[in-house]
């Protein structure tokens, strides 16, 4: 079940494709703000699982807060993250699926052959 | 050495062998698995930095800026990682059904390590090692404990061998000394007896009115009880040095002679002896043996038959009967004396000496035996030739 819905978003993803994830790299293309690996791999240390990763990202991005955030001291300093842009739910969970896919450790590694 | 011996000692070796074997093999089996233990904790330990090191190369990835990873391969182990809701991430290999809860386990000859890591690099939560068991050590164990349990077998027996000839040294030197007694008694015996017996038979020659005296059948007949025993106890005595000299012997005229050398002996005891003997029954037979199954029977019929009572004796092609009307053999007593027969007890006197002796001929012969008695009214012992 889980993983036809994961198949069913990734089709969407196919077809919306970069758009959502245009709306988050007005920003997140440029620095100071950091990148999406660098996001993810801050996240995946503390989660693990995609899901539990995707589930916390949400969470952070629905309401940010400084306690939710997962970045660093410093940048949590410099950046605000309880000042993080807000968007609408649909929005939120398609650019965390888009960012998660793309940063996927597993399709990352290099096949042993 | 003598049969009693050789069974006493090797009993004693059996037990003596069998319960030290079984001591030092426990041992030695509580060595190997306490040392087998040893071996596969020391490899777990190895597996056990192996995996630190591993955990190390993830926690260098992790930080790489590069987009594609490349896993640490390792020669002397596979691992694999797991995300923390038991997901498999990468690896290289791919184990089916892992157990991710025990810390070590063990498949076949396969040596898993589990290790659990946070902060989760690369997501991971879990890792498993996979190693071959390197099984020589314990291997080389076993050879050289199964040499020592050879070597120790060796020695035990040797150690049992000579404790039990020295335990039994005794009993050897009470037997020897008693088959000695008997022989030079047997031996002393021979000569006073056949002297009595010829010279009463001369009396007899030499003074004719004598013929008829009952003193002197006593004496003839008891000289001749003397001389059966004499003879049965030289039989047993020489029996396992002896020389079969097995001729067709003509049983009828045999027995006819056997029974005139018995004739006085019933005469003295007032039995009656009659016979029923078919001519000519030929039989492959030593004579000397068939002289000692006639005799003993014969002369069991005629001791336990009371004066006045009868003896009835018949050969034919098939068999030889011996029938009294003596006291009898009582039933219970009757199983014992068949006992007593398959047993050979040779420590009783008269009736277990002699019928030991007949059975053994018997079975040599491949003869069969037949016993049919009632108490008080006599008893029929029958030797089926079985040709």
């Given amino acids: 079940m889980e993983k036809i819905i994961l198949l069913i978003f990734m089709a969407v993803l196919l077809f919306s494709d970069e758009s959502v994830i245009s709306k988050c790299n007005e920003c997140h293309s440029y620095s100071p703000t950091p990148s999406y690996k660098k996001i993810h791999k801050h996240y995946l240390l503390k989660y693990s699982s995609k899901i539990r990763v995707k589930q916390a990202m949400i969470g952070f991005l629905k309401a940010p807060s400084l306690e939710k955030s997962e970045m660093s001291n410093g940048m949590k300093k410099r950046l ?33 052959s | 050495m003598f ?16 319960s030290s074997l079984f001591l030092v093999a426990i041992g030695l089996v509580i060595f190997f698995n306490y040392e087998k233990h040893r071996l596969i904790d020391f490899q777990n330990s190895l ?10 190369e993830l926690r260098e990835l992790h930080k790489s800026k590069e987009h594609e990873i490349i896993y640490p391969k390792h020669s002397e182990f596979s691992s694999a990682i797991y995300d923390i809701d038991k997901n498999y991430i990468f690896g290289d290999f791919h184990p089916n059904s892992p157990s991710l809860d025990k810390e070590f386990y063990q498949k076949n000859n396969i040596l898993f390590y589990v290790q659990k890591i946070y902060p989760y690099y690369l997501g991971t939560a879990y890792i498993i090692v996979q190693k071959s068991l390197d099984d020589k ?74 013929e008829n005296s009952k003193e002197l059948g006593r004496i003839e ?8 025993i004499y003879d049965d106890l030289a039989y047993l005595h020489l029996n396992h040095k002896r020389h079969y000299n097995i001729e067709q012997v003509d049983i009828s005229e045999f027995l006819k002679k056997r029974i005139d050398y018995f004739k ?26 068939i002289t000692r199954i006639v005799d003993n029977l014969l002369g069991n019929a005629l001791k336990y038959t009371l004066p006045n009572g009868k003896v009835e ?36 006197g008269g009736f277990g000496l ?23 009214k006599g008893t029929k012992v029958s030797i089926l030739w079985k040709k």
């Fill in chain 2, 137 to 210: 050590p314990i291997i080389s164990v076993k050879t050289r404990l199964i040499i020592g349990f050879v070597i120790v077998i060796f020695f035990i027996t040797l150690i049992a061998y000579w404790l039990g000839k020295l335990f039994l040294s005794p009993m050897r030197n009470s037997i020897t000394l008693l088959d000695n007694f008997i022989k030079d008694t047997t031996h002393e015996l021979n000569t006073p007896v056949s002297t009595i017996l010829t010279n009463a038979e001369l009396l007899k020659d030499f003074y004719p009115e004598l």
């Fill in chain 2, 264 to 289: 006085t002996i019933a005469k003295a005891k007032q039995i009656q002896l009659t016979y029923n003997i078919d001519e000519s029954v030929l039989l492959n037979i030593d004579k000397e043996d």
């Fill in chain 2, 47 to 56: 597996i056990k930095v192996q995996s630190a090191v591993l955990v190390s």
């Fill in chain 2, 3 to 18: 049969a009693s011996e050789k069974s006493s000692l090797y009993r004693f070796l059996l037990i003596y062998i069998g």
């Fill in chain 2, 313 to 348: 004796l018949v050969l034919t092609n098939e068999y030889l009967s011996i029938k009294d009307n003596g006291i009898g053999i009582d039933k219970a007593v009757k199983d014992e004396v068949f006992q007593r027969f398959t047993r050979a007890n040779k420590s009783e």
């Fill in chain 2, 354 to 376: 002699g019928l030991s002796i007949v059975v053994d001929i018997v079975k040599y012969y491949n003869f069969d035996i037949e016993l049919q008695s009632q108490v008080k």
């Fill in chain 2, 221 to 228: 007949s008891a000289s001749k009880r003397l001389s059966r």
């Fill in chain 1, 80 to 112: 605000k993250p309880e000042n993080h842009t807000i968007f609408d739910d649909k929005t939120i969970e398609k650019a965390v699926i888009y960012i998660i896919e793309k940063e996927d450790i597993q399709k990352r590694f290099k096949k042993i």
